[in-house]
């Protein structure tokens, strides 16, 4: 079945619903999915250049002895 058709299937459904809680939990589906689209279109790509940046910084970090092993991090996420 194509996207259209779906489309039309569920404005079908939509007209003949009496259940106000079904409506309710549909409107809320629908809220949240259109949050959901905005925070991913306020997320804008690294550049190159920051990407470049990052990766010296975190090879710096390294050099430095500032990370955190396996074990640390796991150990750490027990007091989570």
Do not use: C, H
């Not at 194509?2 to 809220?31: C, F, H, M, N, P």
């Amino acid at each position: 079945m194509d996207l259209q058709t779906r489309k039309l299937k569920a404005i079908e459904y939509l007209v003949g619903v009496r259940d106000e809680k079904v409506l309710s939990k549909i409107e809320s589906t629908i809220v949240e999915v259109q949050k959901q689209q905005i925070a991913r279109r306020n997320v804008k790509p690294f550049t190159q250049e920051q990407v470049v940046e990052r990766a010296k910084r975190s090879t710096q970090d390294y050099l430095l002895g500032k990370y955190k092993t396996q074990e640390q991090l796991e150990k750490e996420s027990e007091n989570w």
